[in-house]
């Protein structure tokens, strides 16, 4: 049983993690592989979809940091985007927006890659 | 004062169950829905120090969670036989040099503190008491 789940797709190069359910210290290692089977294979170009994530904790949110600088010092980055509120409200409280790119469409965060 | 308990596993996926629980108390105690959120946020990142720091992720250990509310505030009581919590350790998480390290952690702690309006800590016969008060007013 698990109510999380991760579905990929590529949009010009740039890789999409649409993420779906609650993530929290159980699956974040779900996560954690994906992203870094992805930067493992030469993928750093890479757009986190929050749309359906009802729920986020740390250990969410630790995954993100963990490996947002192996992506930048290869020239890529990790964007988030569309999170609801509730979702943004916990990376907000914990001084991401200032670090990270989170916008509010898909196609605004896909667009960020080519300035 | 109405109250509720339960006590499980020290396992990771009983943090969905714990989340449920709480959030049925939250609800009936009065709570809106966005405060809901943040409670329960709270008592998972709470729940996940335990099973990771007091039981060093050891899955067949025993939690205890208990809530109580009136028309004023819920209190949230976790309790776990595990090793001592010194939150006297805790240090605000500075996020950029955090990322350059490629470190995590440290996140659970500033959560809980941002999201409730009180936070205990005591050592009692052997056990851990963590304490999470909100109150209804300010929600």
Same mark, same amino acid.
């Given at each position: 049983?698990?109510?999380?789940? &991760?579905?990929?797709?590529?949009?010009?190069? &740039?890789?999409?993690?649409?993420?779906?359910?609650?993530?929290?210290?159980?699956?974040?290692?779900?996560?954690?592989?994906?992203?870094?089977?992805?930067?493992?294979?030469?993928?750093?170009?890479?757009?986190?979809?929050?749309?359906?994530?009802?729920? &986020?904790?740390?250990?969410?949110?630790?995954?993100?940091?963990?490996?947002?600088?192996?992506?930048?010092?290869?020239?890529?980055?990790?964007?988030?985007?569309?999170?609801?509120?509730?979702?943004?409200?916990?990376?907000?409280?914990?001084?991401?927006?200032?670090?990270?790119?989170?916008?509010?469409?898909?196609?605004?965060?896909?667009?960020?890659?080519?300035? | 004062?109405?109250? /509720?308990?339960?006590?499980? *596993?020290?396992?990771?996926?009983?943090?969905?169950?714990?989340?449920?629980?709480?959030?049925?108390?939250? #609800?009936?105690?009065?709570?809106?829905?966005?405060?809901?959120?943040?409670?329960?946020?709270?008592?998972?990142?709470?729940?996940? *120090?335990?099973?990771?720091?007091?039981?060093?992720?050891?899955?067949?250990?025993?939690?205890?969670?208990?809530?109580?509310?009136?028309?004023?505030?819920?209190?949230?009581?976790?309790?776990?036989?595990?090793?001592?919590?010194?939150?006297?350790?805790?240090?605000?998480?500075?996020?950029?040099?955090?990322?350059?390290?490629?470190? #995590?952690?440290?996140?659970?702690?500033?959560?809980?503190?941002?999201?409730?309006?009180?936070?205990?800590? /005591? #050592?009692?016969?052997?056990?851990?008491?963590?304490?999470?008060?909100?109150?209804?007013?300010?929600?």
């Amino acid at each position: 049983m698990s109510n999380f789940s &991760i579905e990929i797709r590529e949009d010009r190069n &740039i890789k999409i993690l649409n993420l779906s359910g609650y993530l929290d210290a159980h699956n974040s290692n779900e996560l954690e592989d994906q992203l870094k089977e992805l930067i493992d294979a030469g993928f750093t170009r890479i757009v986190v979809n929050f749309s359906n994530l009802n729920y &986020i904790a740390s250990a969410g949110l630790g995954v993100f940091m963990a490996y947002i600088e192996d992506v930048r010092e290869q020239s890529g980055d990790i964007k988030l985007c569309e999170m609801t509120d509730k979702v943004y409200t916990v990376f907000d409280l914990l001084g991401f927006p200032v670090l990270y790119d989170i916008t509010r469409s898909e196609l605004e965060a896909i667009e960020k890659f080519k300035v | 004062m109405q109250n /509720d308990a339960i006590r499980l *596993n020290s396992a990771t996926t009983n943090l969905q169950v714990i989340r449920d629980f709480v959030s049925a108390s939250a #609800r009936t105690a009065g709570f809106a829905d966005d405060t809901v959120y943040k409670i329960q946020l709270a008592v998972d990142e709470a729940c996940t *120090n335990v099973m990771k720091h007091s039981y060093k992720n050891d899955p067949t250990q025993d939690i205890g969670i208990s809530v109580s509310w009136d028309g004023t505030k819920l209190v949230v009581e976790i309790t776990d036989s595990g090793l001592p919590f010194d939150p006297g350790q805790y240090h605000q998480p500075d996020l950029g040099t955090f990322i350059k390290q490629k470190k #995590r952690g440290g996140l659970g702690i500033h959560l809980i503190r941002s999201l409730m309006d009180e936070v205990r800590y /005591d #050592r009692k016969n052997d056990k851990n008491l963590i304490t999470l008060i909100k109150e209804l007013k300010k929600s």
